[in-house]
Structure formats: structure tokens, C-alpha cells
């Protein structure tokens, strides 16, 4: 069974500094990964997605995020912080090879950065 | 890119009742899925929405109490039936567009949050 798994419930980083939100994933076959943002009262809006290729895919507002086959990573990384990227976090992954349709949502981790 | 809109954004409704959520979308979509995020939780999928048949459910949900319509490519409805306060959550519709072959991101909506007292 495909699960995703998000260590921190929560990230604090001052404004203007890196930041990491990490993932690890489990699937039986290969992985196609996603990562959303959840901004408050509002839906889930996509933010990048690993499907094949090069490790290190590039997605909106500056983030990035680099697929790691042997950790069965996919962190979320952006190198300057804005305070209006505090939100919630999601990593998603669908097993391309079993599951189909199906997209299985991590935990979520809330961002907060701080001014 | 789609436009995907939920009614209602938000109910408050009373343990027993039932209660149907929309979800339009501004273009034809292969794929629309139901998934339910319970307060400061993640979102756990329901249900894949068949367009002409019986929607799929996930282990844990019925059709019983989640029925769900599918009648053409660009709507959809959950039914929450007899509600309790543990049905209490935000109900989300998601869409993947035709042709991506399960490489495509999702699109929300806006949620419907539903209060049950």
C-alpha cells in the first residue's frame, strides 16, 4: 500500500532564510509525487510534481523539490522565505504502477515565517 | 487550469439529516474525486466519481452514507446522509484532466465545510 509520511507538524523560519518541508514516501512500484499548499480558508492549489527525469523539479512562487530515490525523499525546498508562505503542506504521491487514479495525501506541515 | 465550484461553502446542519454538496467544473474532466479534510487533518480520499456508473469507494466508506451521481463530464454531487457531529469536516471535489494518464496534478474546490450539532 502507498502511504506518505511528513515528520514535522510544523516549521518555523524567519523570513529571507532557507526552508524545508521534508517527505518520505512508501510505495510498491514507482512514485509519481506531488506537493500542494493550503493557504487559510482556501482549497489546495498544486505546486510542483515529480513524475520522471531530472531530480530536482521547479514549481510556483519559487519552490523547489528533489526526488530522492534511495531515502524515498521528495523535500520541499525554497531558498528565501516570504512571510506569505506560511501555510499548510501537503505531499501527495500516486503509485503509477498499483494505484491508479488514486493520490494518497500526507499529513500536512503548517509553515510559519516569521518577519 | 480549471474553475471548480462547490455549494455550499459552508452548513451547519443537524445530526439525522442529509445533506448534498455540487461540484461544477468549467470544462470536461475524466477524473472527479471526493475527499473529506476533518479539522487539522489531512485529506483521505472517499470516493472516485464514475461518470455514467457507480462511483468507487475507499475502505472505510460506503455508498450507503456517501452516495454520490456522476451524471455527465463536468458535475458531480455527495450526498452526507444521516449525519452525525463526527461527520462534521470539509468536503473537497477534485478533478484531474483527461489525458494526463494518472501523471496529472489535482484541482480543488473551495471546500464545503459542514458543521453537524
Known amino acids: 500500500a502507498q502511504s506518505v509520511a511528513q515528520p514535522e507538524d510544523q516549521v518555523n523560519v524567519a523570513e529571507g532564510n532557507p526552508l524545508t518541508v521534508k517527505c518520505t514516501y512508501s510505495v510498491s512500484g514507482n512514485p509519481y509525487l506531488f506537493w500542494y499548499v493550503q493557504y487559510p480558508n482556501r482549497g489546495l492549489q498544486f505546486l510542483l510534481k515529480?513524475?520522471?527525469?531530472?531530480?530536482l523539479v521547479k514549481g510556483s512562487y519559487g519552490f523547489e523539490a528533489e526526488f530522492n530515490k534511495s531515502q524515498t525523499s521528495f523535500h520541499l525546498k525554497k531558498p528565501s522565505a516570504l512571510v506569505s508562505d506560511s501555510a499548510l503542506y501537503f505531499c501527495a504521491v500516486r503509485d503509477r504502477n498499483t494505484g491508479g487514479f488514486k493520490t494518497i495525501f500526507g499529513a500536512g506541515t503548517r509553515l510559519f515565517v516569521k518577519a | 487550469s480549471a474553475v471548480i465550484s462547490q455549494k455550499p461553502s459552508r452548513d451547519i446542519c443537524q445530526r439525522g439529516t442529509s445533506l448534498t454538496i455540487q461540484c461544477q467544473v468549467d470544462?470536461?474532466?475524466?477524473?472527479m474525486f471526493w475527499y473529506r479534510q476533518q479539522p487539522g487533518q489531512s485529506l483521505t480520499l472517499i470516493a472516485t466519481?464514475?461518470?455514467?456508473?457507480?462511483?468507487?469507494?475507499e475502505s472505510g466508506f460506503v455508498i450507503d452514507k456517501f452516495p454520490i451521481s456522476r451524471p455527465n463530464l463536468t458535475f458531480s454531487t455527495l450526498t452526507v446522509s444521516n449525519m452525525s457531529p463526527e461527520d462534521s469536516s470539509i468536503y473537497l471535489c477534485s478533478v484531474e484532466f483527461e489525458g494526463s494518464f494518472g501523471t496529472g496534478e489535482l484541482f480543488f474546490g473551495e471546500g464545503s465545510r459542514l458543521t453537524v450539532l
Open positions: 470544462s470536461q474532466v475524466t477524473m
Open positions: 515529480y513524475i520522471t527525469g531530472d531530480n
Open positions: 466519481a464514475n461518470q455514467g456508473s457507480e462511483a468507487t469507494y
